[in-house]
């Protein structure tokens, strides 16, 4: 199975502040990564999927690129319902699995 | 609007079986195949496998083959998860989600508000 790592796994921030998380990925996933965002007692959703396409709904402060192995998520401008855990998906090959998560909260 | 509504929350004995269910709307149910997450406490998300709502084909991770049964009824768009031989590890959020695939593997677009199992003796 494809082994999915996130970097940092906690990371503390400001309303306003440009934030950047890092998903690796064991092997070569060419473009298939998605990015979910969750909160607690919620379901994971979706934010990204193909590296860097936005799902419907999805405001542009969020944007991800990445190819291969490495990936990011940033979201420009912090804001306070941004504080979550996000995590990355591959689904390049099967099984499809996820990165351990990165939480984001109050500095 | 695309929706997953599960079933409520359970409370099983080790040993025992559990079956969750996911009912859609929104969208043309057997246009999709329905998949199951899990997130037990402190975990990664764990993808358990599909169920195919058309012809009832399914695939599950190796992890719980032998265990895991997904079905589909299609007259109450509507699918389930069972699982069996219940431990304490089984602890955990168990969601149905709608796929985005790519040729080999899918991500999820939208998911089920999530169903907590716990195993308890």
């Known amino acids: 199975d494809i082994q999915m790592t996130q970097s940092p796994s906690s990371l503390s921030a400001s309303v306003g502040d440009r934030v950047t998380i890092t998903c690796r990925a064991s092997?070569?996933?060419?473009?298939?990564l998605a990015w979910f965002q969750q909160k607690p007692g919620k379901a994971p959703k979706s934010l990204i999927y193909?590296?860097?396409n936005l799902q419907s709904g999805v405001p542009s402060k969020f944007s991800g690129s990445g190819s291969g192995t490495d990936f990011t998520l940033t979201i420009s401008s912090l804001q306070p319902e941004d504080f979550a855990i996000y995590y990355c998906?591959?689904?390049?090959?099967?099984?499809?699995?996820f990165g351990g998560g990165t939480r984001v909260d109050f500095k | 609007q695309v929706q997953l509504v599960q079933s409520g929350a359970e409370v099983k004995k080790p040993g025992a079986s559990v079956k969750v269910s996911c009912k859609a709307s929104g969208y043309t149910f057997t246009g999709y195949y329905m998949h199951w997450v899990r997130q037990a406490p402190g975990q990664r998300l764990e993808w358990m496998g599909w169920s195919n709502p058309n012809n009832g084909g399914t695939r599950y991770a190796q992890k719980f083959q032998g265990r895991v049964s997904m079905t589909s009824d299609t007259s109450i768009t509507t699918s389930y998860m069972e699982l069996s031989s219940l431990t304490s590890d089984d602890t955990a959020v168990y969601y149905c989600a709608r796929p985005i695939c790519s040729t080999l593997s899918c991500t999820f677009d939208y998911w089920g508000q999530g169903t907590l199992v716990t195993v308890s003796s």
């Open positions: 092997q070569g996933i060419s473009n298939y």
């Open positions: 998906q591959q689904y390049n090959s099967h099984p499809p699995t």
């Open positions: 193909a590296a860097s």
